[in-house]
Nanobody
Framework: QMQLAESGGGLVQPGGSLRLSCAAS????????VGWFRQAPGKEREGIAC????????NYRDSLKGRFTISRDNAKTTVYLQMDSLKSEDTAVYYC????????????????WGQGTQVTVSS
């Protein structure tokens, strides 16, 4: 069964960094695009970054460019989201998701979702 699992969330102070991981279980990510989304309390889920299968092009939400970086490991089993200079407004549940077609900023473009990991930015 194909599954995704996020990890790496937690409590961090403003200005700090976190690296989230999205691990594939039962398959490799070679032929899939992987996106990261987040959902803050009372808000809709929004797309924040995506990495395509090949050649691994990256897309980011405009407001997050320069602070967030998406990458993939060589074994093609894990996708990372490096988050720097974190702000209180980055507090949300972060999800990774799999697309068999292509990167998309929209939820409906993704087939498989992880359970999410909580990120809280607070002093």
């Amino acid at each position: 069964q194909m599954q995704l699992a996020e990890s790496g969330g937690g409590l961090v102070q403003p200005g700090g960094s976190l690296r989230l991981s999205c691990a594939a279980s039962g398959f490799t990510l070679d032929h899939y695009a992987v996106g990261w989304f987040r959902q803050a309390p009372g808000k809709e889920r929004e797309g924040i970054a995506c990495i395509s299968d090949s050649p691994g092009s990256r897309n980011y939400r405009d407001s997050l460019k320069g602070r967030f970086t998406i990458s993939r490991d060589n074994a093609k089993t894990t996708v990372y989201l490096q988050m720097d200079s974190l702000k209180s407004e980055d507090t949300a549940v972060y999800y990774c998701a799999l697309s068999s077609i292509a990167c998309s900023p929209y939820e409906w473009g993704y087939d498989i979702w992880g359970q999410g990991t909580q990120v809280t930015v607070s002093s």
